[in-house]
T-cell receptor
Framework: DTAVSQTPKYLVTQMGNDKSIKCEQNLGHDTMYWYKQDSKKFLKIMFS???????INETVPNRFSPKSPDKAHLNLHINSLELGDSAVYFC????????????FGNGTRLTVT | GDSVTQMEGPVTLSEEAFLTINCTYTATGYPSLFWYVQYPGEGLQLLLKATKADDKGSNKGFEATYRKETTSFHLEKGSVQVSDSAVYFCALSSGYALNFGKGTSLLVTP
């Protein structure tokens, strides 16, 4: 069973569109994250949630809105997509704070044309 | 804020060579330190961790020691294999975030 699964794996869309990426973890973890990896492989945290509560929102444009319906799910909705949003987005989870190891999904490659 | 600096890549080595990837950190408290590995087309996987000064993390022949006096957590392996080709990330925990270095790409040739 996949521990952290995110869909879709690939997402190609045009500028101005709205899209969502879904993430689910079956590890029983309390904390979930969204990271953005750019073309140079740099990973930057976007959001972290603990028990459905937003803990970290790292200077991400308001066009990005995470939603956590329960602690096993953390979805990412993006409005009015821009070229600069093209990246690989990773969902992750951990048992509690980031001292406990993060488990990553396989990523969603978003391409905005 | 808390941050990690790791050596730039790419690093190219021949099989069975010795590997060192340098990592230094800046932190106000006493973070846990990690090395993660990313194979092509995959998410990151935990390679090893250390939670306090002088701890040594080890896994799959890789080792790293938490050095508080030099604020370092260098990754080493005595004999690399082609299958070790990947991107390696040093990271430190900071509350509900894991802050990553920029990653070091390693290519091991037969």
């Amino acid at each position: 069973d996949t521990a952290v699964s995110q869909t879709p794996k690939y997402l190609v869309t045009q500028m101005g569109n709205d899209k969502s990426i879904k993430c689910e973890q079956n590890l029983g973890h309390d904390t979930m994250y969204w990271y953005k990896q750019d073309s140079k492989k740099f990973l930057k945290i976007m959001f972290s949630y603990n028990n459905k509560e937003l803990i970290i929102n790292e200077t991400v444009p308001n066009r990005f809105s995470p939603k956590s319906p329960d602690k096993a799910h953390l979805n990412l909705h993006i409005n009015s997509l821009e070229l600069g949003d093209s990246a690989v987005y990773f969902c992750a989870s951990s048992r509690d704070r980031a001292e406990s190891p993060l488990h990553f999904g396989n990523g969603t490659r978003l391409t905005v044309t | 804020g808390d941050s990690v600096t790791q050596m730039e890549g790419p690093v190219t080595l021949s099989e069975e060579a010795f590997l060192t990837i340098n990592c230094t950190y800046t932190a106000t408290g006493y973070p846990s330190l990690f090395w993660y590995v990313q194979y092509p087309g995959e998410g990151l996987q935990l390679l090893l961790k250390a939670t306090k000064a002088d701890d040594k993390g080890s896994n799959k022949g890789f080792e790293a020691t938490y050095r508080k006096e030099t604020t370092s957590f260098h990754l080493e392996k005595g004999s690399v294999q082609v299958s070790d080709s990947a991107v390696y990330f040093c990271a430190l925990s900071s509350g509900y975030a894991l802050n990553f270095g920029k990653g070091t790409s390693l290519l091991v040739t037969p």
